[in-house]
């Protein structure tokens, strides 16, 4: 089975931005690829949201929906609160779509919130007003605690989630064999669905719903026009609609639904939300151990509003200010809403808060002994070594591999997530080090100059054919050549500058002073950086020329021979005078006037 979130792995480019990005480095780079690692991943959609080849991607469900929706079950749509800030005005068109796409009725998932919040505050009242558990309506921070802070597991509430409660309760008021697919802006309520079967049975996320909507070619906008034209009627939410719960998806909304929320100080209630903020929360809760407040974590900075699943573009204060205006508006109408299951809620804690006899649902898990290994100093110190970092010096810390320090991606490289090749400093000086090997050790000359045409960097090879310099210069004294105008040593200077405005390689051959030299153009950056090749060519041309002025004096010699013996040789001294012009033209390159293979520009002495 496919994951919720998955890589691409021909889409992979190698930047490990998602290794940056993801709070539990849960991506393993392997042969240049980032893939994620489904045992250490939380869902929570980070790396996602900032992969920019869009190699991350998420499961797709809607096929699978489908065909669910053309089995002969009832399928109820688990709509969740957040879609008044992802659908702004125009959730009663939603509800009507949603009817055109199969489902046989739409029931709010913030009705299971409302269970949710019976069910604490009847805990709180049995325990002096207090309840020191973490809520598990956010599906990443309960996969967070279980895989990297099993400690503190028992801390888990232990009412199942809003989403598991609202999925029993509908199968409760209309029976087992019902469907339930929800609908919401979060990846990690796939897992939910994987791991616990039927509760619900789908996930889908508001970008796959937009997708199917527009499949189908259904217009929100133009379903609320027939709404408003009194064409068409809303489906009722089933049973009711939510009240006051559907203020789940902003930070604190949850806190605000229940009674606690009469209590401006939050006294006994803590809402955090975000990545940073909740690990920090949970690191510090097993450091000192000393929480005794409710908390309200959710991983998604300012709530579920701003799921990995929802619409980007809007702001998170405008999503906030819809999604507050909602509520209210089911507060302050006579619309009819949940008032809560007391019957529900007693079954629920008679039970120990299991809603079927299915292990799956028991938030209690085993610790993952997957990754965390322990790792001495001396093997780190060594991965550490591998990794370029001789002493703390180098230890940059740049962040450029994607982790927070050195010392986190040698970890890494030791439990198999990471590779040598992902340190960009250790990269950066192996690329120098070549380059400087291949400059000091190539016969010819070299030299790279920037667009102010000063040298950026040169060889000996360069410094012997343009300067007085006749002796190998070692690094240090080369260094000192940086920085210095190209015209101090070359004279045909305005050749480079020509290779910034067309940016192309070419091939010249000159005569400057006594040496010929083919000099070959290359562009390093584009308009910023041009490097040269000078390969001194004078001795093979002396020695060409040497051969070509020896048949021209045989030439002569046969000449004056022939006058003499024109009588003995007959036509031979024609045949002679003919293979000897040829092989004179054998060392002329023939064509655009050349002579002894340059053109009369090339010829001119460039001194």
Known sequence: MIYPIYTELTECRDCYKCVRSCPVKAIQVHEGSAVVVKDR???CGNCVD??????KKIRNDLARVKQFLKSERKVFCSLAPSVAAEFPNRVDALVVALKRLGFFATSETAIGAALVNASIEQYASEHDGRCDWISTACPTVVQIVKKYYPSLVPSLSKVPSPLQCHSAYLRKLYGQDIGIVFIGPCIAKKIEADETPGYPDFALTFGELRSWLEEEQIDLDAITGQLEAAEESVPPFLPCAAGKSTLYP???GMIASMHWGSDPFQTHAVAISGSDQVVSTLKGMVQDNQN??????LFCEGGCINGPGSETGRSSASKKGLASRYTRSRITTQQETFSGDPQFVSSLLASGYSLVEKPALAREAEPSTLFGKYHSDEEIEQALHLLGKADKQEELNCGGC???????????????????EMCVTKMRKEAQGKMDVLLRTIPIGVVIVDDALKIVDCNNGFLRLFSEVDFP?????????????LERFVPFHEKFREQFTYAKAEQYRLHYQDKFLRVTFFSVEKQRLVGALFEDITTPTVRRETVIKKAEDVIQK???????????LGENAADTEIMLN???DAFKVPGNGEVNGFTKDEQQDLT
Do not use: K, W
């Not at 005794?292 to 974590?297: G, K, S, T």
């Not at 046969?558 to 003995?568: D, R």
């Open 250 to 252: 902003v930070e604190g």
């Open 402 to 420: 994607g982790y927070n320090s050195c010392r986190e991606m040698a970890i890494a490289y030791l439990d198999g997530m990471a590779e040598p």
């Open 292 to 297: 005794r407040d409710f908390l309200e974590l």
């Open 50 to 55: 900032t992969c920019p080849s869009h190699a």
């Open 41 to 43: 991943c939380i869902y």
């Open 473 to 485: 210069l070692d690094g240090d004294m080369l260094n000192m050549v940086a920085g210095l105008p």
């Open 582 to 584: 040829s092989l004179i």
């Open 558 to 568: 046969s000449l004056e021979t022939v006058q003499q013996i024109a009588s003995l």
